[in-house]
């Protein structure tokens, strides 16, 4: 397998993440001295709980993007075995946002959305929910947090769409979400995208169907563009492809 990864933009997120965390804790830090004002008190409340939020908000950032292996290490051990035909880019950037990871195969491209969090996962009635006790709640709240991954995958996808279409390029767009914490458990009701453990992942990959119209010079080509390189027009095989978007439930 070969492997695209955008270092300078970790870098650059590195840094914010530093930053944004250095600022909340100077906040924090701040909000001692107003409160020997009396009649400073509501404003350092006020530069606590913005303190506070920052600081976390840096602390999530830092954690995501410092800790060792990061999700597209991860990703990247779990998918080793594959071939040459097989190329992972993280942190690709289509112009409407950063994708952190896509898999070109191929089928087509692989949308993979990745969460690091441990514990019990569940999704009903579209409502995803990390099963947790209020203090492991509250100890958590600094780091990686679940979110709405169908939410994510939703804009991801539309984002590879219309970065495909700008380029000419319409292959098969799969999703999945991946969540590679090893102690992670989840119940998931009707799931819209296949939701999987890291050890799941290579054989959800080789499941995903070949199209042999989907040569290599193409895959060569939209590996590049996503790489960033400054590339004239796609081949023209492309022109003839019409593919919809496939949301493969699990």
Same mark, same amino acid.
């Given at each position: 397998?070969?492997?695209?990864?955008?270092?300078?933009?970790?870098?650059?997120?590195?840094?914010?993440?530093?930053?944004?965390?250095?600022?909340?804790?100077?906040? =924090? /830090?701040?909000?001692?001295?107003?409160?020997?004002?009396?009649?400073? /008190?509501?404003?350092?409340?006020?530069?606590?709980?913005?303190?506070?939020?920052?600081? +976390?908000?840096?602390?999530?950032?830092?954690?995501?993007?410092?800790?060792?292996?990061? +999700?597209?290490?991860?990703?990247?051990?779990?998918?080793?075995?594959?071939?040459?035909?097989? !190329?992972?880019?993280?942190?690709?950037? !289509?112009?409407?946002?950063?994708?952190?990871? =896509? =898999?070109?195969?191929?089928?087509?491209?692989?949308?993979?959305?990745?969460?690091?969090?441990?514990?019990? /996962?569940?999704?009903?009635? +579209?409502?995803?929910?990390?099963?947790?006790?209020?203090?492991?709640?509250?100890? !958590?709240?600094?780091?990686?947090?679940?979110?709405?991954?169908?939410?994510?995958? &939703?804009?991801?996808?539309?984002?590879?769409?219309?970065?495909?279409?700008?380029?000419?390029? $319409?292959?098969?767009? &799969?999703?999945? /979400?991946?969540?590679?914490?090893?102690?992670?458990?989840? &119940?998931? $009701?009707?799931?819209?995208?296949?939701?999987?453990?890291?050890? $799941?992942?290579?054989?959800?990959?080789?499941?995903?169907?070949?199209?042999?119209?989907?040569?290599?010079? $193409?895959?060569?080509?939209?590996?590049?563009?996503?790489?960033?390189? &400054?590339?004239?027009?796609?081949?023209?095989?492309?022109?003839?492809?019409?593919?919809?978007?496939?949301?493969?439930?699990?």
């Amino acid at each position: 397998m070969k492997i695209v990864r955008h270092d300078a933009y970790i870098a650059k997120r590195k840094r914010r993440a530093l930053i944004l965390a250095i600022v909340g804790f100077l906040l =924090l /830090i701040g909000t001692l001295f107003l409160a020997v004002n009396p009649s400073l /008190i509501l404003p350092s409340y006020l530069a606590m709980l913005f303190g506070f939020v920052v600081f +976390n908000i840096g602390m999530q950032q830092v954690g995501k993007w410092s800790r060792s292996p990061r +999700n597209d290490q991860v990703i990247d051990h779990r998918l080793k075995s594959l071939s040459d035909r097989y !190329t992972v880019v993280h942190y690709a950037d !289509t112009g409407a946002k950063r994708i952190d990871h =896509l =898999l070109v195969h191929p089928g087509g491209v692989a949308v993979l959305v990745s969460r690091e969090i441990d514990g019990s /996962i569940e999704r009903v009635k +579209n409502k995803w929910r990390r099963r947790s006790g209020g203090l492991r709640r509250f100890l !958590t709240f600094s780091g990686p947090q679940l979110g709405d991954p169908d939410l994510e995958m &939703d804009g991801n996808i539309k984002a590879v769409e219309a970065f495909l279409e700008s380029n000419q390029l $319409e292959v098969d767009v &799969d999703g999945a /979400i991946v969540f590679v914490h090893p102690g992670t458990e989840f &119940d998931i $009701e009707d799931p819209v995208y296949p939701v999987l453990h890291g050890d $799941e992942l290579l054989q959800f990959v080789n499941s995903l169907p070949v199209d042999p119209s989907f040569g290599t010079k $193409e895959r060569e080509h939209l590996v590049s563009l996503l790489r960033g390189d &400054d590339l004239p027009s796609a081949p023209s095989a492309s022109s003839s492809r019409r593919r919809p978007v496939k949301r493969r439930a699990a």
